[in-house]
């Protein structure tokens, strides 16, 4: 005897309450999203609404389309083909079809939203807060700096030795082991001379040491360790929250901003892609 397509999504619906224990809004939005499924089926084959084992992948494809017409946003694309695509996994798992109607249809890909960044004003005040008449303020400022000037991970700057510095240029190792030469803003440069020549030999206090950044104990930065100076540097000039990931975002932005080459900048951020 043919099975219906509403009383499949019904089944479904039930197994999805049972079984999952989805919520009444949930399960609303699965059932609204097959609904718009059948009502499109009942003007391009109603003989697959009749029967379920008529489903094929042309439906599910023809459902797709549909949706890309209606301009919805790729989420809401991705979430209603998911709904049909579990639908037609119920299916094949209860017997009710011979194979899975739905098991070659692809989800849009939605991207990831793109990150916050520091506008200009804020990156400035961020960078004139350390107080570089210390020691160690001049070591935050260094940092910082070079972190937002190059867009290393905080692990590449952390682990920067003093060889890895040249004139206008560092050297870093980066994810897979690449290195890679990463351009020195005159800043940067400045604010790493101006810390090896007065702070970095009165942290180490007689200590030897390759890091090129190091703490007063004569030991070289840790990730945790900058992740909390910067933080508090971000409060206090209104910034909560504030990681290395968003200087490093930042800097991306701001140079593509200010009309760099996407490639260049893939580069320089040590990224695949």
């Known amino acids: 005897m043919a099975l219906e397509l509403l009383t499949a999504i019904e089944r479904y619906l039930d197994v999805l309450r049972v079984e999952r224990g989805l919520s009444v809004h949930t399960l609303g939005a699965y059932a609204r999203d097959l609904q718009s499924f059948t009502d499109l089926l009942e003007d391009l084959d109603p003989a697959a609404v009749a029967d379920v084992t008529a489903l094929s992948a042309r439906h599910g494809l023809a459902f797709a389309i549909s949706l890309s017409e209606r301009k919805l946003s790729l989420r809401s694309q991705a979430r209603m083909l998911s709904s049909l695509r579990g ?66 991970r905080v692990s590449e700057l952390c682990k920067l030795a003093l060889l890895d510095i040249g004139p206008g240029y560092l050297r870093t190792v980066g994810k897979g082991k690449k290195t890679r030469i990463v351009p020195l803003g005159e800043r940067a440069e400045a604010a790493i001379r101006r810390y090896l020549d ?62 760099a080459d996407l490639r260049a900048v893939q580069t320089m951020l040590g990224h695949a892609d």
């Open 87 to 152: 639908l037609g996994k119920f299916l094949r798992r209860e017997s009710l079809v011979p194979s899975d109607p739905m098991a070659e249809l692809s989800l849009p890909k939605t991207g990831r939203p793109l990150p916050h960044i520091l506008g200009q004003a804020e990156i400035e005040r961020l960078l004139a807060r350390p107080d570089v008449t210390t020691p160690r303020g001049a070591r935050d400022a260094a940092m910082i700096e070079v972190l937002y000037s190059t867009g290393l």
């Open 198 to 259: 007065e702070s970095r030999p009165v942290l180490l206090s007689g200590k030897q040491s390759p890091a090129l950044f190091v703490t007063h104990l004569g030991s070289s930065m840790t990730r945790q360790g900058f992740h909390k100076l910067l933080a508090l540097y971000g409060r206090a000039v209104g910034i909560a929250d504030l990681h290395p990931h968003l200087l490093r975002h930042s800097f991306a932005t701001h140079l593509l901003d200010h009309g």
